[in-house]
């Protein structure tokens, strides 16, 4: 309690110490965050001004981008900031268990360039260097996209609560190359680079990082990781792709990204090792057919293969010694394909149609020492989805109605290591989307929005990872599995206000509800929290509301804040020990603040904190644990050191968790407390 009014004071008394008047403000100079009219695609798969869409939209710019500190180099961390955000990434080399929208982390996707990612590992694959800008939208998103129907971690991700778009460069204006190299603590070495060239019409973009680092001891005291050394961390990202337009008499676009990362290391033990392999693949085709009609068709490939070692302690030997248990996996592949069809039958309707396709495979495996090699989990799931949206304008109102006719299904062939009883189960299902905005003037806009959604169980989450004897002993880690899940339906509502209350300034309220039937939800399990295991929680509502500010001083001073409320309930009359209890991650409450201060010299100098409240692992009023966050202050520092017309040398500094808070997280992880990089970027 004392936190929320210490930062809920703090916040709002420095919104009010900014002066409410300022230097006329030109929009060139602007991050795209801070004006109503910067163009966005994401609403309505389109390309048109944020202010003529009716949901909330956010625009994180490249430059905005880079004054954020990312503590576990996952592009997840860049939306940390924006209100009801409550981004858990366990660590720099552990998925992302964010929470999104209120809701919990599987009810806002991710995607690129406009086709689905598992916002769960995806995000610790990519860099940020190949992306334009950042789309968030927050409210329903579910019928112009798809649920992902990813079986790992907690499984299928639905855009229920808002969907997150990275926007791939594929325009150059200018050539440039950016080479950069930093270091820092836990020995934490990276290099990089980056360039984007022009070949005659094509734009191209290229890129690799690398990063080293001994990392440090994250476990929370007497925790399951018990580690011996500090892990060992080694990550590799490369990518590349180009856009080549075609001016022909149907002007046409067609454009390709390739992404490949490589994740190795150990969790602190010698037997405790991982490999990491993810590679996407993104297609697309454009072409204007005519004023009015134009095509758009993306395909997708996204392939994971995950591997790691489980040790158990020596039997002969001291308590302290251990040895090779198995070699285990986990295997996804995935084939998108969507196609829309964009109808600009008059200035006032704007049509949208289309269909989308989803192929997916999973396998798990485990390669024990003393027996022989097994699968756990073998099968495919498919979606098939045809979808139409209109916008109606006229006077004041935009009206957006939208259907989707979803085909969803799996096909198994192991289930927890033997044969299913039910080798395939599918549904139809038929969704809807509807909003509202009435724009009272030129600054000022009222929205709402409507939206449901269908998720089936994740493999994963029904078969588990352990095979039959290690769910029997108490020492293997991993998700335990619950073959009597069913799907989940939900429906999500938000409304609210946005205000350009002076050039360079805005303002927004948004409320929020959202409604699962069914919901699955992730429990920690109490006997061993390196354990987990799905479970239907019953109905789950949250009711939230947030509030945000943001301004800009040309040449001065740009600032933000914002604070989310959230109250979460599950309600299951037939469990009294879950009835009346909170969805699991999701904060009671986030606020943020930040500003930057543009100095002589071009020093920018970011201060960013983020404040987050008490979460609980499970949804078992007996026996789960509660984990508050409290304050995390990030800060970081560039500057020019050399310039002329042939390169510039820039110097660059972030500093984590300033204030060294070694919160705990759940499954017995903990953050490292305070570290720092330095480096620099040649740009020429």
């Known amino acids: 309690m004392k936190y929320k009014m210490f930062f809920t004071t703090l916040l709002f008394s420095f919104l009010l110490t900014v002066p409410v008047t300022a230097q006329q403000v030109s929009k060139d100079t ?301 295997d996804q592949q995935f084939l998108l394909v969507d196609n829309t069809v964009s109808w600009k039958q008059n200035s006032d309707a704007f049509l949208s149609f289309g269909g989308d396709v989803q192929l997916a495979d999973y396998q798990t495996w485990s390669d024990p020492v003393l027996t022989q090699k097994s699968t756990g989990n073998d099968a495919a799931s498919y979606q098939y989805g045809l979808f139409a949206q209109e916008e109606i304008t006229f006077d004041q109102f935009l009206i957006r109605g939208g259907l989707r006719l979803n085909l969803v299904g799996n096909d198994i062939v192991k289930l927890d290591g033997g044969k299913p009883g039910d080798n395939g189960k599918s549904w139809t299902v038929l969704l809807w989307s509807l909003g509202l905005k009435y724009n009272l003037d030129d600054q000022t806009s009222l929205f709402a929005n409507a939206g449901s959604s269908f998720m089936i169980p994740g493999l994963k989450s029904v078969g588990g990872t352990l095979s039959a004897v290690q769910q029997t002993d108490t020492i293997s880690n991993g998700q335990l599995p619950n073959p009597a899940l069913e799907p989940e339906s939900g429906i999500g509502l938000d409304a609210g206000i946005n205000l350009q209350f002076a050039p360079g300034g805005t303002f927004s309220f948004r409320g929020f509800y959202t409604r699962i039937s069914d919901a699955i939800v992730e429990n920690a399990v109490s006997a061993n929290p390196s354990r987990s295991k799905s479970v239907n929680a019953g109905t789950t509502v949250a009711l939230g509301a947030e509030a945000e500010a943001s301004y800009h001083i040309i040449d001065l001073v740009s600032v933000f804040g914002n604070v989310t409320y959230t109250s979460t309930t599950i309600e299951n009359p037939k469990d009294k020990d879950q009835d009346g209890s909170d969805v699991p991650f999701v904060p009671d409450y986030t606020a943020n603040t930040g500003m930057t201060f543009f100095l002589p010299y071009e020093i920018k100098i970011s201060p960013y904190l983020h404040a987050s409240g008490k979460i609980y692992d499970g949804t078992s009023k007996s026996t789960r644990k509660t984990f508050d966050q409290g304050i995390l202050l990030n800060l970081t520092a560039t500057g020019s050191v050399y310039q002329s017309d042939l390169f510039s040398l820039e110097a660059f500094a972030n500093f984590y968790n300033l204030t060294d808070n070694r919160f705990e997280m759940p499954w017995q992880f903990q953050d490292p407390g305070f570290s720092w990089t330095g480096g620099i970027r040649v740009s020429f």
């Open 30 to 330: 602007l991050d795209s965050q801070f004006t109503l009219d910067a163009v966005v695609v994401t609403a309505s798969k389109t390309p048109q001004s944020r202010g003529n869409v009716t949901q909330k939209i956010d625009v994180l710019s490249a430059s905005e981008l880079n004054r954020q500190v990312s503590g576990n180099r996952n592009v997840a961390e860049a939306l940390m900031y924006l209100p009801g955000n409550a981004v858990k990434a366990l660590s720099r080399n552990d998925a992302n268990w964010g929470a999104y929208g209120g809701i919990g982390p599987k009810y806002s996707t991710f995607m690129l360039g406009g086709l689905p990612i598992d916002a769960f590992t995806d995000v610790q694959a990519l860099s940020l260097n190949a992306v334009e800008q950042i789309e968030v939208q927050r409210g329903p998103a579910s019928v112009l996209y798809p649920t992902y129907l990813s079986q790992d971690f907690a499984g299928n991700q639905s855009p229920l609560a808002g969907t997150t778009n990275l926007i791939l460069k594929e325009k150059v204006t200018s050539p440039k190359t950016i080479i950069s190299a930093s270091g820092g603590s836990y020995n934490t070495y990276t290099t990089g680079l980056h360039t984007e060239q022009n070949i005659v019409s094509a734009s191209l973009i290229t890129g690799f990082s690398f990063e080293s680092s001994d990392y440090t001891n994250y476990g929370a005291p007497v925790s399951w990781l018990n580690m011996k050394k500090n892990p060992d961390y080694q990550k590799q990202i490369w990518y590349g792709g180009f856009s080549i337009p075609f001016e022909t008499d149907l002007p046409q676009k067609v454009s390709v990204f390739v992404n490949h990362a490589t994740h190795t290391g150990n969790v602190g033990r010698e037997f405790r090792k991982y490999d990491h392999q993810y590679n996407l693949v993104n297609f697309g085709y454009s072409v204007q057919l005519n004023n009015e009609l134009s095509n758009q068709l993306n395909l997708g490939f996204r392939n994971s293969s995950r591997t790691w070692q489980e040790d158990m302690i020596a039997p002969i030997l001291s308590k302290d010694e251990y040895i090779l248990a198995s070699d285990n996996g986990a």
